[in-house]
């Protein structure tokens, strides 16, 4: 595993493409498709977008902490998303859906590459980026 570790100063640079990706992912489902989007899309968007700028931000300034500033951010976004799928996929029972008004969280809109919907996009999204963070972190402790 040593030899794995010269290359882990870029997982804050695939954190970065990854909440990216998500973000614009979104943001062209909503405005250039005109998805409206549920309530727990919105509340994964809340954490999403923030990671953006943050990480940016943090690779410039070189950034000591901002594995703990991603976890924090990103770790709540990821338990929304675990919810959200428990939903979708009918784990939890519909009589406690948060999604009263507007777009129901568990209506199917689109799926990619055939089984990919937006809720298991999101969720893979905050797993690749939680992954990579622990990762980083691991790899990268102060002595």
Not at 19 to 39: K, M, N, Q, W
Not at 114 to 136: A, H, Q, R
């Amino acid at each position: 595993m040593k030899y794995l570790k010269p290359y882990t100063i870029y997982l804050p640079h695939l954190i970065l493409i990854a909440a990216l990706t998500g973000t614009l992912g979104s943001l062209y489902f909503s405005e250039i498709l005109h998805f409206v989007p549920c309530d727990l899309c919105w509340w994964q968007r809340i954490f999403m977008y923030p990671l953006v700028p943050l990480v940016a931000v943090g690779i410039v300034l070189h950034d000591k902490k901002l594995p703990f500033y991603i976890l924090s951010i990103a770790g709540i976004g990821w338990l929304i998303s675990i919810y959200h799928n428990l939903l979708y996929y009918n784990i939890i029972p519909h009589p406690i859906v948060p999604c009263r008004s507007g777009v129901s969280c568990t209506d199917p809109v689109v799926q990619m590459f055939g089984f990919i919907d937006i809720p298991l996009g999101s969720f893979l999204t905050f797993t690749f980026i939680l992954v990579c963070t622990i990762i980083y972190i691991k790899f990268n402790k102060q002595k």
